[in-house]
């Protein structure tokens, strides 16, 4: 175990806070220390004689002084603390004591005293006041006053406004620490101590102290194990049935995060709960304990039954939503199949192009149905079908498709394009030529991460077409078919073989399984010959094969048979390659399962880093967090939605900007990053949510299309090696794709079909047909038996431990 060391001393001053987090930086004045004497003499720096006098350290010695950092609140100037930690060096600022925990030492003495009661935390109290404070209530004043308001009254001359405001800030003082002090007695880190107390206050301890599991629901970060830590501390035993129902709970949340079902058999979250409950513990829970809460949990209405399945609420009404909107939007009467064909003969005279007869029947049900699917793999025209749809629809309602033109008029434009990521939404405004936005920003997703637009306040379009459906999770396409006014016809675009949605559910694959809506499949590919040969790898992928050719060098695709070990070296070499002959980490992505491993993304991330942008002797400006050091010039990626500054998640940028605190007026570290010139500003505590992109995820690059696509393949990749995620990433590559690695391990891949994922959207669209619903053996059961009942058992999670739903 890492040694401990303790630091005391006077506070000086603060040199960085982030009120976000709670990361603080500060120096103090030792007065004591428990620190291996060699390194506290690299940390030490001598104090100004002056600043020694006017705190009152008047002794004829040498003070020294040293900066510590870590999580703890705005401590007090003058005052003394002890803190516990190490003295570390960082590789930019030099020594410094990192800070594990830190308590307050009462202030003693008399000029101590003075000097705290007058500094600039108690307000109009100056020094000749503070003297008569001390003088009146003696050199344990502060107890004295937090034991007894009325002590102040004795105080000479004190007005009654001041004695208030005094106490007021010695209570507000004393709580913060009185709170923190315990919850570092919980040894939980420092961070999470500032992140608890910034979000429960002053309440943090009772809180905590009645359920502690509820920082699993408020606490980001806090998972199930975190939370059990603490309830271990605070007495509360194994079989408390707050424990279970927080497992259960969590456990069914990660299952919808993780795996991407939308609901669970009641055996499958019984054995996964399980598994988490009774870990590393002697006194093992049984089923009936975990039925038990299961059926509470059943009765606050936190978990949904239907059946045999258990939803968290929220995905169950989503999907029901799903199928009451899109059967709602189907109520709109059908275009006539004569008007269509009139239609479709002027679309063919006046298009250049020659549409294959599924393209053209793609267009027709398109025009036809109210809601419609169009699927297909790359290249196989779904991008030209669009445009066809686009122009025929204008003919059919005798609309022009210029945007300027309803500028004036009271009409607004009929049509919105979308898609769910921002580049997916981009390369549709390239190739219609019409402003498509994100779905998110169509429905009006606001800076308190609510969307504007609703059931009651729907979306006023007559026609909308969603590109790269694929990538629809259940809640978003709640959502948007919410949105959607009976009336308005409403085309989904994607391609079903690629990755599901990042979020739970299987929206496009389940709708079109369902039959429910009328779909077009293209199947043939319309690219040219001799730039297909990644097509033609995708499709081989889509059937579960690799070509024969697959290690021939063709003009887009180039197979580097390499051992594990050698994969970042011959990386290296290819980039490097590129790089002389003129491309930019703009048109080479590298796209790998993980972030962990040698041939995980950070690693990769780190030794691209290096060579597109490195350190130059012109001090390139650079910012280090963590383990990250951006440096003007990086690409980067964002990992989470930020709608006040309209980036989301997966969007890539460039950092052009790096101000230090000292060169600007909030006195705080920024990064400005730009992003398709938005420019973005980050404070440090919020660089968590940037990364390097020249490798990144094959799930954040749904929806992008690079030039050159790199993608590593290594039996260190395990259960990410499937098929889907393989052919995402090849299908990613515009105009070569370059796979290193072990032949086996893409064998391996494309034969794996993957997680089936457990969702019942088409099972909702069968039943209506069938005007049915979902029995419920499982109440019924109970009520009658009061045993237990093995259900059904073709998805048990053999073997499949909670730390698998930790990989990517
Ligand atoms: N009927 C056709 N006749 C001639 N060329 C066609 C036809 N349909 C499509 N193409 C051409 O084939 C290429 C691929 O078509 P398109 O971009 O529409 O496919 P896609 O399914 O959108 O592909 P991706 O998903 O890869 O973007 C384009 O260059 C397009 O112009």
Redesign the pocket.
């Known amino acids: 175990m890492e040694e401990v060391n303790s630091i005391q001393g006077i506070f000086l001053d603060s040199i960085f806070f982030n009120e976000e987090n709670g990361f603080s930086i500060g120096t103090i004045i030792v007065t004591e220390h428990q620190c291996p004497e060699e390194q506290i003499q690299l940390a030490y720096k001598v104090v100004d004689e002056k600043v020694c006098e006017a705190i009152g350290l008047t002794e004829n010695k040498t003070y020294y002084k040293v900066t510590v950092s870590g999580y703890f609140p705005k401590l007090t100037e003058n005052k003394t603390y002890r803190f516990k930690g190490n003295l570390i060096k960082h590789p930019k600022y030099g020594w410094q004591f990192q800070v594990n925990a830190y308590e307050s030492i009462a202030v003693r003495g008399k000029s101590s005293l003075v000097h705290y009661l007058s500094s600039d935390i108690f307000e109009g109290i100056g020094q000749k006041t503070a003297e008569k404070i001390v003088e009146t209530l003696g050199d344990d004043a502060i107890n004295v006053i937090l034991n007894n308001r009325e002590a102040l009254e004795k105080v000479p001359k004190l007005s009654k406004k001041l004695a208030d405001k005094l106490y007021a800030t010695l209570v507000d003082q004393q709580g913060t620490e009185q709170i923190l002090a315990p919850l570092y007695g919980y040894d939980l880190s420092p961070k999470l101590v500032m992140k608890i107390f910034k979000r429960y206050q002053y309440q943090a301890l009772e809180i905590i102290k009645e359920n502690p599991y509820r920082l699993i629901e408020d606490i980001e970060g806090v998972g199930f194990l975190r939370a059990d830590e603490l309830a271990k501390r605070l007495g509360i035993s194994l079989d408390d049935p707050r424990r279970i129902r927080a497992a259960l709970l969590y456990v069914l949340d990660q299952i919808a995060i993780q795996r991407g079902h939308t609901y669970v058999y009641h055996k499958q979250l019984v054995q996964s709960a399980l598994q988490y409950l009774n870990q590393k513990s002697a006194q093992l829970l049984d089923f009936s304990q975990i039925d038990q809460q299961i059926q509470s949990l059943i009765q606050k209405k936190k978990i949904y039954i239907e059946g045999e399945f258990l939803f968290i609420p929220l995905l169950v009404n989503s999907e029901k939503g799903i199928v009451e909107s899109i059967l709602r939007l189907q109520t709109k009467d059908s275009i006539n199949d004569k008007e269509l064909e009139e239609v479709m003969k002027r679309l063919v005279k006046e298009m250049s ?4 007869k599924e ?1 053209e029947e793609a267009i027709q049900m398109a025009l036809k149905y109210p809601v419609s699917i169009i699927t ?10 669009v445009q066809g749809i686009l122009k025929a629809y204008s003919l059919l309602h005798k609309i022009t498709l210029d945007p300027s033109q309803y500028a004036t008029s009271e009409k607004k434009f009929p049509i919105a394009l979308a898609a769910p990521t921002g580049r997916a939404a981009k390369r549709m405004t390239e ?1 219609t030529t019409l402003k498509a936005s994100t779905i998110h920003r169509l429905l009006g997703y606001g800076v308190d991460g609510v969307f504007q637009h609703d059931e009651f306040s729907q979306l006023d379009y007559d026609l909308i077409i969603i590109d790269e459906s694929s990538m629809l999770d259940t809640l978003l396409a709640f959502q948007l078919f919410q949105c959607i006014e009976t009336g308005a016809q409403v085309i989904l675009v994607g ?1 079903d073989n690629q990755l599901p949605s990042v979020g739970p559910g299987q929206v496009l694959k389940d709708l079109i399984e369902s039959g429910a809506i009328p779909l077009t499949r ?1 199947t043939t590919v ?2 040219q010959a001799q730039d297909s040969s990644i097509i033609a790898l995708a499709h081989a992928v889509k059937n579960n094969r690799l070509p024969n050719d697959l290690r021939e060098k063709k003009t887009d695709r180039l197979y580097v048979e390499s051992p594990h070990q050698q994969i970042p070296l011959y990386l290296k070499k290819i980039v490097e390659n590129a790089l002389s002959k003129g491309y930019t980490a703009n048109d080479v992505q590298v796209l790998v399962p993980m972030y962990r491993g040698e041939c995980g993304i950070d690693a990769i991330n780190e030794m691209l880093q290096a060579i597109f942008n490195p350190p130059d002797d012109s001090n390139k400006r650079e910012m280090v967090f963590g383990q990250r050091i951006f440096r003007i010039g990086d690409k980067v990626l964002q990992l989470s939605n930020q709608p006040e500054t309209g980036v989301m998640n997966g969007d890539v940028g460039e950092v052009i900007g790096i101000s230090y605190k000292n060169e600007n007026e909030e006195k705080e570290d920024r990064l400005i990053a730009c992003f398709d010139s938005k420019e973005v500003s980050y404070k440090k505590g919020d660089l968590q949510n940037l990364t390097h992109a020249y490798c990144v995820s094959v799930h954040k690059s749904q929806g992008s ?1 690079y030039p050159i696509v790199i993608l590593p393949m290594t039996h260190a990749y395990h259960v990410m090696l499937q098929k889907k995620l393989i052919y995402t990433a090849i ?1 990613r590559a515009k105009k070569s794709l370059i796979i290193i690695g072990e032949y086996l391990a893409l064998d391996k891949g494309v034969k794996n079909e993957g997680d089936e994922r457990q969702t019942t959207l088409k099972l909702r669209f069968e039943m209506q047909k069938e005007h049915t619903t979902i029995t419920n053996p499982f109440e019924e059961y109970f009520k009658e038996h009061g045993i237990p009942f093995e259900y059904l058992d073709e998805v048990e999670l053999e073997g499949v431990t909670p730390y698998d739903f930790m990989d990517e």
Request: hydrophobic letters at 15%.
């Open positions: 192009i020659t549409y294959s393209q297909g793999g790359p290249g196989t025209g779904k991008t030209t079908v190739t391609d293209l319309h690219r299309e299908t």
